[in-house]
């Protein structure tokens, strides 16, 4: 799997920070980013993927749509931060956009897997993680089915996954958040961000 370029870690302050956000598949963290990035005006990273888009997603918006040939030849160029296959598909953070964010002052916000978390978090040591946790797997089973969109099987292979995923958590992140409450969890989140960007 992918791993991030190392990089010297700066204490400029004229440099951006970067920060982590992650947590199972149907926890809330696209509404806990979309929440931080308003409230902060922090740059989200929009991720790569060669999956197909859900209904609503934009390209460039949500993420960049791309082919599976495409992603490995950002692979083959060092095109890509860090990068990991989930749920049959790659996903992965362009490069270029997060320095060049960093390096002019602005902070970033990744929303990415515990595999791409921990890479980018050893190559950017003064990143801070932030991991979403839900109150519990069957209250997580129960966000995923009201959604309407996965079907039984691929709800059981998300649950696997989030299991794994939670029990990893405290060794990569910073922070776990209960999202219990999406407005508290918001909230909590914004304060953690707030108090090193």
Request: proline letters at 5%.
């Amino acid at each position: 799997m992918g791993a991030a370029s190392e990089r010297p870690s700066s204490t400029d302050s004229a440099e951006g920070r970067l920060v982590v956000v992650s947590g199972p598949s149907g926890v809330g963290k696209s509404s806990i980013v979309d929440a931080v990035l308003e409230r902060t005006g922090a740059r989200f990273s929009v991720s790569a993927t060669t999956r197909g888009p859900r209904p609503g997603e934009t390209d460039g918006g949500d993420y960049h749509f791309v082919t599976l040939e495409e992603f490995e030849q950002m692979i083959g160029g060092d095109e890509l931060l860090e990068w990991a296959r989930y749920g049959g598909h790659y996903y992965g953070t362009p490069r270029k956009p997060v320095v060049t964010a960093l390096a002019t002052g602005e902070n970033v916000i990744l929303d990415i897997e515990n595999e791409g978390a921990r890479h980018v978090t050893e190559a950017f040591p003064d990143a801070i993680g932030i991991f979403v946790v839900p109150p519990s797997l069957t209250e997580l089973e129960r966000r995923l089915r009201s959604r309407g969109d996965t079907d039984d099987g691929a709800i059981t292979r998300r649950l696997g996954v989030a299991e794994q995923q939670i029990a990893e958590a405290p060794a990569i992140y910073d922070h776990l958040v209960v999202n219990d409450d999406l407005t508290a969890a918001i909230e909590e989140v914004v304060k953690l961000v707030a108090t090193v960007l």
